[in-house]
């Protein structure tokens, strides 16, 4: 099942990618943000295993350098963000109701049925979550990242 199945992959995205956090919390990828400096983004990516994401070219070689995965992006396009991680970590961009995380505090979230709907309970920060008529840009936005790896993966 690898990586797909049990979404252990682990991020931290510099302040220059603040937005992807929150998709990658939600397909269910363990996913810090970090607004301090490079120094710090390096440390925690190699004490705890994760792949930098950031749009910061030094950065990005400092970390090639000290032999830790980093992804650099020109641009802040979210569909081509989640295609290119998934293309070259071989991820599901598939929501998946059972394994999902907080959009702001990265905790995975407790799926319960209340009244008939599926919600999303945070026990990390209290949140609650249910799809509303915010999902459809949220359905949108991943069908196009889908879209966008297949295309890639077709060339």
């Given amino acids: 099942m690898g990586v797909e199945g049990s979404r252990s992959c682990r991020f931290v995205a510099d302040a220059m990618l603040k937005n992807i956090v929150s998709w990658l919390r939600i397909l269910g990828y363990d996913t810090i943000y970090w607004g301090g400096g490079d120094r710090e983004v390096l440390g925690i990516a190699e004490a705890e295993g994760r792949v930098i994401l950031t749009m910061d070219r030094g950065l990005a070689a400092i970390a090639a350098r000290r032999g830790l995965r ?86």
């Fill in 70 to 155: 980093a992804f650099l992006f020109q641009e802040n396009d979210i569909p081509g963000i989640l295609a290119r991680i998934a293309r070259e970590l071989g991820l599901s961009l598939s929501f998946d109701p059972r394994h999902t995380r907080c959009p702001v505090c990265n905790h995975p979230l407790n799926l319960e049925h209340r009244s008939g709907r599926e919600e999303w309970v945070c026990p990390g920060c209290g949140k609650k979550y249910w799809r509303g008529s915010h999902w459809r840009n949220i359905s949108r936005t991943l069908e196009e990242a889908r879209r966008r790896l297949s295309n890639s993966s077709t060339t």
